[in-house]
Structure formats: structure tokens, C-alpha cells
């Protein structure tokens, strides 16, 4: 007996892989669905850049001949993946959500894309995002927004917005995002799923286009800290091409989920619960604490003092590496190229005019070609946020100015990763809210960069010391709005992070929540 459309949409990832196996639903009949929920509600929420819906069916069926004809099928065998658009997909359009990188295809695979289609995930579509990865609303898109769909007048969070989108929308039942200061966490605690940051070097970055490369992340999205687990156990592990992925053995996240919460001890980090919380969100999380304490947790207060500096060295650091990684965007090697003709025709009508007047200051300080070529492309490729962090982190590594700016960002980086090391001799992971204020309106931060800059606030930390973090859903707003928990815990820890949060599920209900539009 098949599966009705609306119990496939309202299945967790785990559910789905289970129903495959035992072939109570084809990849196929899968895979339309989700694709049939994208065409009925993506044109509100915005959340897919890319869709091939020819090729996920063909990829779908030639898994369900593989399974038909007796032969082994990967983990994922049948069920459909979304993919941020910051990782390359060979054959297929990887824009970044720029106007630079409009029409790259690139000619390979991410390895976490390979490593998806060695697992017989069907690849469903690319989602949007902020340019680039920069912003966190996924306002910044070069394209369109996405809309939250808890509401439609807000914001589904940055810059993995479309990942996390998509699945509170029952688009896909698993995504790929990335995060490089709360991008996978802050979108899944607005849009009420879950989301997992792993350490630096559990997953390779090779294929990734890069923001801010000592920061960047790439981590599986999904309804619950099961799916998680199940899409990190495809995406871990070693890779040769990658020089910053970590030589270690990726464990069994799905048989570690299991294990009793009895005697863990979780670490309640005091500067999270300051002015500028929402107040929902603080009852939210405490309300989250005394779950983990009925289920045999022990908690204990533990100080990260110098997390009130997270975002002023993020917002230095992670501007610094986008300067020198976007610096190769020039409109001569690949990406956009702004109208020769017309760039050629200014400059020379410019030109005469200079001659005209016989300024030959004017003349002297004019662009030749090749400068106005990469002025031009530069100007008319890049969006807004973009070019605010590259002049950022050009300024803060100019002459002069790298010592005060940059170097002493690298001190308080240490400084920070130093705080968890101490909290984590007393606890074995840190709790507290993953955003200081629920989905705000599409169009409010816009104008204050700061303001959106301070979305990150309990996010940042956790990229610049390198652990892992994770969100999962723990309440609603008054509004109707999801509430999001974060989780961290030490380097290379990422079992003891979906352990706690598989337990908190279980005995919660708040991630089996879903919007009315999939209802």
C-alpha cells in the first residue's frame, strides 16, 4: 500500500528511508510529491533557485530499477536532498544567489555532492541564500527573498534561508546547508526545524565557494536530530582534496542517539540571558532546561566572558577572508563581465573630455582598461552586503591598520576558543537560546546592518572556536513564531549534540510542528 501525499509530506527523513526499505513507497512517488509541493508553494516562499524536476524523476527511477533488480542502494537510496547554492553540482547552475556567478556551471562535484550520489540521494534542487553567503535573512539573494513559512511577512533567516525553508514547507525532507557565524542554526530556529554546524574539518569543504574559508562549515538540515544524524553519517569524514578536513573516523551518529541522558551536564552559560533576549525566547530555553533536567541531566552555570567580543571579531575576521577569497571575482578569469563596449566607450568619452579641458591631473588619475574592467564588473556583480564586507576586510588588512584590526581579532579568537575549553572540564555540552529574537519582517534590518549583524549574537562564537553547534526547536512564540535551541559542544563531539537533542524530541513534540500551508 502507498503512501498518501500527505503522509509522505509529514514524515521525518528516518520515516521515509524505513517506508523505501520496506516498499511501502517508491523514490519515484517520493520524489513527486515533494517536487508537486515545490509547484503548488515555491512561488510564495522563494525557497529553490534551481529545480530540475526531469532529472530528480529520472534519477528516481533509475534508484527504485537498482532496488527492483536486487542490487545494494546507498543509505539515502530514493529520497530527495536539497543543496544550498554555494556548493558545486557538476552540470548544474552554482550562482551563490550573485549576479557574479549567474550562469557558472561547474565542471564537478562538491564532495559532498559526491558523496550524496554515492548514498543515491535524489537531488531535488538548489535553494537560495544570501550572496555569497553573507547576511542573515536571505534578503541578500541577487534573485528574489525567501519567505519564512510560518509567515510569509518574515524572514526565514541567513544565509542557509532556503535550506531551512524548504523544509518547514515540506519541499524536501533533508538539506545541505552551510555556516560560517549561525547560517545553518539561526535559519532552522526561525523556520522551526533542526539544523547541525559540525566541527571544523568533520566535513569537507572541497567545492564549497568560499566566504570566509577558517570559518566555513557545511552540515546536514533536517526535521529532527535523527535525520541529522542519518545525513552526517553520508556527508563526514576524510577528504584528500580538502587540506583543512580532519584525518578522523566519522562515528555512527544513529547508534549513538539512543543512549540515556542520565548524567550528562550541561553547561547554562550566564551572558546568554542578558538584556536584549526576547523574553519568549529566555522562557522558551529555561522551560527547555528543565525537560533535560527531568530526564536525569545535571545542569551547572558556566561563563564565556569573552563571548560579548563574538560578533566585533567575527565581523573583522570573517570580512578579512571574504576580501582576500572574493578578490579572484575580477570579470577576466570567470563570472560576470560587465559591457566592454560601453565601459570602453565611457572611459574613452571621458578621456576627451579630460584632454579637452588639458587636466592633466584628471588624465593622470584615470583608470586604463584592464582597472575599469575589474572596477566595473566588480560594481555591477556584487550586491550591497557583499561589497560592505569585501571594503571591510579590505580596510582592516591595509597598511597599517592589520595589526589593530585583524591580528588583535586573532587574539580574542583564541581568547574565546579558550572560554569553551575551560566550560567543557565541568560540562559536556552548553545550552541556550540560538537567536535573541524570533523571524523579524521581511525589510526591517535592512537598512541596519548592525542590527542584523546582532542576529549572530550566541551563533559566532561557536564558528570561531571550531565546535560543533546545533539547533532544534523548543517552543513558539505568542506569534506563532518557532523558537530555537542551541546546543555546542566540544571539537569532534557532534554524537553527544544530536544525542541530547534526540532525547529532548522524544519527549517533546514541538519539531513535529509543521506551517499550515503543508496541512
Known sequence: ??????????????????????????????????????????????????????????????????????????????????????????????????????????????????????????????????????????????FH??????????????????????????????????????????????????????????????????????????GPMGHTAQDC?????????????????????????????????????????????????????????????????????????????HSQFGIATYYIIAPCEASSNLARYDGVHYGYRCDEKSMLAELAAEKAALEKKNDKEGLRKLDNALIRLYRQSRSEGFGPEVKRRIMLGTFALSAGYSDKFYVKALQVRRLIRGDYDAAFKDVDFILGPTTPSPAFKLGEKTDDPLAMYLEDLYTVTTNLAGIPGMSIPCGFTSAGLPIGLQLQGRPFEEECLLRAAHGFQQATDWHNRRPALVK
Open 1 to 142: 500500500m502507498s503512501l498518501s501525499n500527505n503522509s509522505i509530506l509529514n514524515s521525518t527523513a528516518a520515516d521515509l528511508i524505513e517506508s523505501l526499505r520496506s516498499k511501502k513507497v517508491s523514490s519515484v512517488e517520493l520524489t513527486t510529491a515533494y517536487l508537486d509541493q515545490i509547484k503548488s508553494h515555491d512561488g510564495q516562499i522563494q525557497a529553490f533557485l534551481h529545480v530540475d524536476r526531469d532529472a530528480a524523476l529520472a534519477a528516481a527511477k533509475a534508484i527504485d530499477d537498482k532496488r527492483a533488480a536486487g542490487k545494494p542502494v546507498g543509505k539515502l537510496a530514493g529520497l530527495p536532498v536539497a543543496i544550498k547554492d554555494v556548493i558545486c553540482t557538476e552540470g548544474v547552475r552554482t550562482t551563490c544567489a550573485s549576479k557574479m556567478l549567474e550562469n557558472f556551471v561547474p565542471p564537478y562535484d562538491a564532495t559532498v555532492t559526491k558523496k550524496l550520489k554515492q548514498a543515491d540521494a535524489v537531488l531535488i534542487g538548489k535553494t537560495n541564500m544570501d550572496e555569497f553567503a553573507m547576511g542573515g535573512s536571505t534578503e541578500n539573494s541577487a
Open 145 to 218: 527573498p525567501t519567505r519564512n513559512p510560518w509567515d510569509v511577512a518574515r524572514v526565514p533567516g541567513g544565509s542557509s534561508g532556503g535550506a531551512a525553508a524548504c523544509l518547514a514547507a515540506s519541499m524536501a525532507p533533508l538539506s545541505i546547508g552551510t555556516d560560517t557565524g549561525g547560517s545553518i542554526r539561526q535559519p532552522a530556529a526561525f523556520c522551526g526545524v533542526s539544523g547541525l554546524k559540525p566541527t571544523y574539518g568533520r566535513v569537507s569543504r572541497y567545492g564549497l565557494v568560499a566566504f570566509a574559508s577558517s570559518l566555513d562549515q557545511i
Open 229 to 305: 544524524a542519518i545525513l552526517l553519517e553520508v556527508l563526514a569524514g576524510h577528504c584528500k582534496n580538502d587540506s583543512t578536513s580532519a584525518d578522523l573516523p566519522a562515528p555512527a551518529y544513529s547508534d549513538e542517539i539512543n543512549k540515556p541522558l542520565a548524567g550528562l551536564k550541561i553547561g547554562i552559560v550566564k551572558e546568554h540571558f542578558g538584556s536584549g533576549l526576547n523574553s519568549e525566547i529566555g522562557a522558551a530555553v529555561q522551560a527547555a532546561v528543565k525537560v533535560y533536567e527531568s530526564l536525569g541531566a545535571k545542569t551547572k552555570e558556566v561563563s564565556l566572558p
